[in-house]
């Protein structure tokens, strides 16, 4: 299994944006990286969360990507302005059983990082980790996040 993933940043998170898109880059397990933005010493450099926040959330809600990574000050502005888009879950996650749980129990494709609250190598860790982990439509969790999809639906 091979994943399209969307990287994106505010300008208080490009320095880790820059290397997790190096880092999955690398991995064998990632077939494609879209850079959405933003870019050091481009016009958009200074474009505010929310606008990537959204553009990664509709390139899932599209199926362009499968899976999102969003840096910003705290994560927090990234996994708010993911999770406005329908069928989008978006988690912010310092720690390595956050990361897992997001995807083990609630089928998150976003993981979103704050540059200003972690390490660049813990934050290196946690995609790493978070790409290994695959929901299981079969779980106990299955129904629970089906609660979610219903809520959207209304
Ligand atoms: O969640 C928001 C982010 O942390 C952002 O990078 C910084 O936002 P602020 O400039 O409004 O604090």
Same mark, same amino acid.
């Given at each position: 299994?091979?994943?399209?993933?969307?990287v994106g940043c505010d300008?208080?998170?490009?320095?880790?944006?820059?290397?997790?898109?190096?880092d999955l880059?690398?991995?064998?397990?990632?077939?494609?990286?879209?850079?959405?933005g933003?870019?050091?010493?481009? &016009?958009d450099?200074?474009r505010?969360y929310?606008?990537?926040?959204?553009?990664a959330?509709e390139?899932? %809600?599209a199926?362009?990507v499968?899976?999102?990574?969003l840096v910003?000050?705290?994560?927090?502005?990234?996994?708010?302005s993911?999770?406005?888009v329908p069928?989008?879950r978006?988690a912010t996650a310092?720690?390595?059983?956050?990361?897992? %749980?997001?995807?083990?129990?609630?089928?998150?494709?976003v993981?979103?990082?704050?540059?200003?609250?972690?390490?660049? &190598?813990?934050?290196r860790r946690?995609v790493? &980790?978070?790409?290994?982990?695959?929901?299981?439509?079969?779980?106990?969790?299955a129904?629970?996040v089906?609660?979610?999809n219903?809520?959207? %639906?209304?």
């Open positions: 299994m091979t994943y399209r993933i969307a300008d208080a998170g490009l320095d880790y944006k820059e290397q997790l898109a190096r880059r690398a991995d064998p397990r990632v077939s494609e990286v879209l850079d959405l933003v870019h050091r010493g481009a &016009e450099e200074h505010p929310p606008e990537i926040g959204l553009a959330g390139a899932i %809600r199926g362009t499968d899976r999102a990574v910003c000050g705290t994560g927090i502005g990234m996994a708010l993911a999770n406005k069928g989008v978006a310092h720690d390595s059983f956050s990361a897992e %749980r997001s995807v083990l129990s609630n089928n998150c494709q993981l979103a990082l704050g540059q200003r609250v972690v390490g660049l &190598e813990l934050a946690l790493r &980790e978070w790409l290994g982990y695959v929901f299981d439509d079969r779980s106990p969790s129904a629970k089906q609660l979610l219903d809520y959207e %639906r209304c």
